[in-house]
């Protein structure tokens, strides 16, 4: 202790220079005295190391917090606050080491770096041996294609019931997180056939090719129900487009067009229904469409939630589903908690990146 004494007493006078040498030396000096003392030291003496070293931190060149970065990050009981610290720097090179590996970052630092520092921050994040749910739900909803790849093929990664949910919808259109979320153990057999349903030709080709005999007849079952499934509630074209007429003649009226979909879904006017949710969201009617007759609800909870119905409302629309005839009432008990859960913005971005992945399906063919 009376070593630490002594350089704590170096520090005040090195912080009155702007030598960054010193800056530098006095913390590679506590540093080292922290990690050959870090199995035996005391609370006590470790809040001491972090407030010198977090002052240090702030007057020390980037390549020497890098350096204290990778000291650290393995570290069980490394100073809390400069781990933080690190954590937060807008420099990748200083915040990786920490984000990817030190078991000092609790789910709630990884949840607000993930909410507020860059996509590469967030990359950093998947790497973790173990990420909890909590953790997993913000990597699936801010992050870019590499963030939520990566993640998706960590095995160490968990995901609430809601986060698989949006993997899976996050995926589809996209041939490679298709084939590394449809690898993944906790797949659920209904999350499955949805990958399934909207991934591309090409997709389901390597996914049959990489199977084992008995995945593979398994996959073939679902393709099958899916061509026998692919006309359940098909709306005409000569339908859709009267529906729309009639929609667009109140759409300026957003409160009416809104009870118009309570109206529609009621009654069973798949049409309407559809032309209403395609005005009230901005997304081509086409899409909409493919959301009210996919496999799994999820994808047309999240439309619901993303223009800001009720739940009332939202469990109509849910009730016209093919994909909820089955089950009906467990299945909506459910899903009402799930949707309180999921917040309008996630809803919006989960949707913005399902139309850039379908728009670029489209575009390949």
């Known amino acids: 202790m009376s070593q630490t004494l002594q350089i704590i007493d170096e520090l005040e006078v090195a912080l009155k220079t702007n030598s960054s040498e010193r800056h530098n030396a006095i913390l590679k000096n506590v540093t080292s005295l922290f990690l050959a003392g870090s199995n035996t030291i005391t609370d006590e003496v470790s809040s001491v190391f972090d407030d010198v070293i977090v002052r240090l931190v702030n007057h020390v060149e980037s390549r ?59 990359s950093k994040i998947a790497e973790r041996k173990q990420i909890n749910p909590v953790v997993t739900d913000v990597l699936v909803d801010r ?22 949910s949006m993997l899976a919808m996050r995926a589809g259109g996209d041939n490679e997180l298709t084939e590394v979320v449809s690898r993944r153990a906790d ?54 487009a009267a529906a729309q007429r009639m929609v667009h003649s109140f759409s300026q009226d957003t409160a009416r067009t809104r009870s118009k979909v309570l109206h529609f879904a009621d009654g069973n006017r798949i049409a309407e229904l559809i032309a209403s949710l395609s005005i009230l969201s901005g997304i081509p009617i086409a899409l909409v469409s493919r959301l009210l007759r996919d496999s799994e609800p999820f994808g047309a909870m999240t439309l619901c939630k993303a223009i800001g119905l009720d739940w009332m409302i939202a469990k109509a629309v849910l009730n016209t589903l093919p994909a909820m005839a089955d089950e009906r009432y467990e299945r ?3 899903m009402e908690e799930e949707y309180k859960r999921l917040s309008a913005e996630s809803a919006g971005r989960l949707l913005g990146h399902w139309q850039v992945t379908q728009a670029r399906e489209q575009t390949s063919h």
């Open 187 to 240: 797949i659920s057999p209904a999350l499955f056939k949805r990958l399934l349903s909207h991934a591309t030709e090409e997709a389901r080709q390597r996914m049959l090719a990489a199977a084992a005999p008995n995945d593979r007849d398994a996959i073939n079952r679902v393709l099958t129900q899916l061509a026998a499934q692919a006309g359940s509630m098909n709306v005409s074209p000569k339908d859709l």
């Open 143 to 164: 992050g870019n294609r590499e963030v939520v790849t990566k993640v998706a093929v960590n095995s160490g990664a968990r995901f609430s019931k809601t986060g698989m």
């Open 64 to 122: 020497a917090r890098v350096e204290l970065s990778w000291d650290l990050a393995p570290v069980a009981n490394a100073p809390h606050q400069v781990i933080h610290r690190l954590a937060s720097d807008d420099d990748i090179a200083v915040a990786g080491p920490v984000l990817a590996h030190s078991p000092r970052l609790s789910d709630q630092n990884l949840i607000d770096i993930a909410k507020s520092k860059s996509q590469l921050h967030l």
């Open 332 to 334: 909506l008990v459910g």
